[in-house]
């Protein structure tokens, strides 16, 4: 990877370090048969079942950040792989739950232990996934994420 330039902006860092993420984690996923895609789906999937939510396919889209209709392309691909269960919802027949598999569970839980290790490498200079420095970036970048965008700034204003 080519140095970061000394007069590199905001936007330019977080593009750069995004996709090198992205990147990172589809090449140490693809073992398992997963993309990054597919593990944030399993991953979060995981993590709102450990929390005793069983999401629909919107709250999952809602809880990623990714549309609607990739989550629902994406949760098809994953039950077609065994890794997902799609069921209606009896209380609400437009709604689609979503389960981990037997399966889906173990290749979760080891594609997030891989995953994890790629994020200690990666917040190694900041002192690990302990450190306060971490800790003080995490509420950042959860500042950043927070904040609304609008397409067109000026539209908005007037």
């Known amino acids: 990877m080519s140095p970061t330039p000394e007069d590199a902006t905001p936007g330019y860092l977080v593009w750069r370090l995004s996709t090198k993420w992205r990147v990172a984690v589809d090449r140490a996923v693809a073992p398992l048969g997963l993309t990054h895609a597919q593990y944030a789906l399993l991953a979060s999937l995981h993590g709102m079942r450990r929390a005793g939510t069983r999401p629909s396919q919107r709250q999952l889209a809602d809880h990623t950040g990714l549309e609607p209709l990739y989550v629902s392309k994406l949760a098809r691909a994953l039950e077609t792989a065994g890794l997902l269960e799609r069921a209606r919802d009896p209380q609400d027949p437009r709604a689609v739950r979503l389960t981990l598999t037997a399966e889906g569970g173990e290749v979760t839980r080891r594609a997030i232990t891989v995953v994890q290790g790629l994020l200690q490498q990666l917040l190694e200079p900041l002192g690990g996934l302990d450190s306060e420095r971490t800790r003080d970036f995490t509420r950042e970048l ?11 700034p000026e539209t908005e204003q007037s």
């Open 142 to 152: 959860a500042l950043l994420l927070d904040t609304p965008l609008h397409a067109d």
